[in-house]
């Protein structure tokens, strides 16, 4: 909204949340989430014809078109618990926008959403006897964590999907209208709703498969003399296959791929397509599998017990240049290790607060620390989890001097110099490379 509100200074853009404390935040120079260079695109327009408010109904009445954004967790009860998207959410604005209309407006799907839910949605706004009318359009939102300014900025495409009737068309040429001002025709794509729904959900499955596909393949080259870097530069050199996203990881997190997977599966079920729905629900087990594998090679490493061992985690941000923790393989990975009873110390320059909520209930055996030379002091090993840039910058050979010996280096992102590091007298295990180690066994 505060792209749309820059970039349209015509438009008068109203931002509203239950949330008090957050759309305060919204207010000030700290703004409740990080994202690099953000804060420059709110202070163009704030106050100049973007607000942030908590009056939500009279936000509804003021305005012609409404962006509904509030969140889709998977349901964890009744009919397709941990599997299905949870609509009461929106369910309950689309109750609160009849209710306060007095004329008709265009909804906007930006939540990512199951495939037919803007037919629901149309279906309970026009339920009214009011004469107004509702015009539900889909508007999935393809931006990055990290990257989100650049990526709204600069879109690959704008995705906006209507009904094939005049008033259909109608809301769909208003919505265009707004990205028009910044984002060239050509890359705004037009479907009807259905497919623009299940496009957001087939983009990120594409985008996980992706990465399970690499991480598979990670494993069979730790087993092997091929290194997971060169296959991936290889077959990424291949126009048809393309360079990204093809970083071997300890496995993805955030909050999308994994709920939009879930909500793929749940929807092949429904419709009986029971094989498309396995092999789909196989990208999130081979991203278990990532995540289990990591921790096992630490435990198998370390002389097959970590019981007692101090180890830090560097990053918890389930990516880097964010301080979000959904669906962090560093959080499964800490439980895992803690299983095991190790020691853990947590470093991670934006996410500590989320960390520090995250593992609430194991703050006995985890400390939380800013400083990642403190988080190594005395570890039997460092676990590189997050991909942030400054873990590359460190002083190794400080932190190898103040570790206990012998001293391992577990690169879960494959972002270090392994062979400086093996020649300072760190054992190292990388992702899909063999293991670097100065013992046979
Ligand atoms: C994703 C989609 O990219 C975005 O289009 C959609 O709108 C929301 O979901 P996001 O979750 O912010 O965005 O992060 P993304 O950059 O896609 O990374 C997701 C996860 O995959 C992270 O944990 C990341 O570290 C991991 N990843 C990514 C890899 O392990 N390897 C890669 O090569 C790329």
Request: charged share 25%; glycine share 6%.
């Amino acid at each position: 909204m505060a792209v749309i509100a820059m970039k349209c200074p015509e438009y008068k853009v109203t931002v509203v949340d239950v949330n008090a404390s957050r759309i305060d935040a919204w207010q000030t120079d700290d703004l409740p989430i990080y994202e690099p260079g953000l804060l420059e695109v709110v202070k163009a327009a704030r106050g100049r014809n973007l607000f942030f408010s908590t009056d939500i109904k009279a936000a509804i009445r003021e305005s012609e078109i409404i962006f509904v954004s509030v969140n889709t967790p998977t349901k964890t009860f009744g009919e397709g618990a941990g599997k299905a998207a949870d609509l009461q959410y929106w369910e309950k604005v689309a109750r609160e926008i009849l209710q306060e209309s007095t004329a008709s407006k265009v909804v906007i799907e930006k939540s990512t959403l199951p495939v037919r839910t803007a037919s629901t949605m149309e279906s309970i706004l026009n339920a009214n006897s009011r004469g107004i009318h509702f015009e539900v359009v889909s508007n999935p939102e393809f931006l990055a964590e990290g990257t989100a300014v650049k990526d709204l900025l600069e879109p690959d495409r704008v995705l906006i999907g209507a009904q094939q009737t005049e008033a259909g068309d109608a809301a769909c040429r208003e919505v265009v209208d707004i990205y028009a001002h910044w984002v060239p025709r050509g890359r705004i794509l037009t479907t009807n709703v259905w497919s623009s729904e299940l496009s957001k959900l087939v983009a990120n499955a594409f985008l996980a498969q992706r990465i399970s596909s690499i991480n598979s393949i990670s494993a069979l080259c730790e087993r092997t003399d091929a290194s997971v870097a060169e296959v991936a530069r290889v077959i990424g050199a291949d126009s048809r296959l393309g360079a990204r996203f093809l970083n071997a990881s300890v496995g993805f997190g955030g909050s999308c791929f994994k709920k939009d997977i879930l909500n793929l599966v749940y929807i092949c079920e429904s419709y009986g397509l029971n094989e498309v729905a396995r092999y789909w629900e196989s990208v999130l087990q081979m991203n278990d599998y990532q995540e289990t594998r990591f921790v096992r090679a630490m435990v198998r490493g370390m002389f097959n017990t970590i019981v007692g061992k101090r180890i830090a985690l560097f990053g918890f941000a389930f990516k880097a240049d964010t301080g979000d923790t959904r669906e962090t393989p560093a959080l499964y990975i800490s439980r895992m290790l803690l299983e095991e009873r190790a020691r853990l110390v947590i470093t991670d320059p934006k996410a500590l607060g989320n960390a520090k909520a995250d593992l609430a209930d194991a703050l006995d055996r985890v400390e939380l620390v800013e400083d990642p030379y403190e988080a190594a002091a005395g570890a039997h090993a460092v676990a590189v989890v997050t991909e942030w840039a400054l873990y590359r910058e460190l002083d190794w050979g400080k932190i190898y001097d103040s570790m206990e010996k012998p001293a391992f280096v577990f690169d879960g992102r494959n972002i270090l110099e392994h062979r400086r590091l093996f020649d300072m007298g760190f054992n190292v295990y990388p992702i899909g490379m063999p293991a670097m180690k100065h013992f046979s066994i």
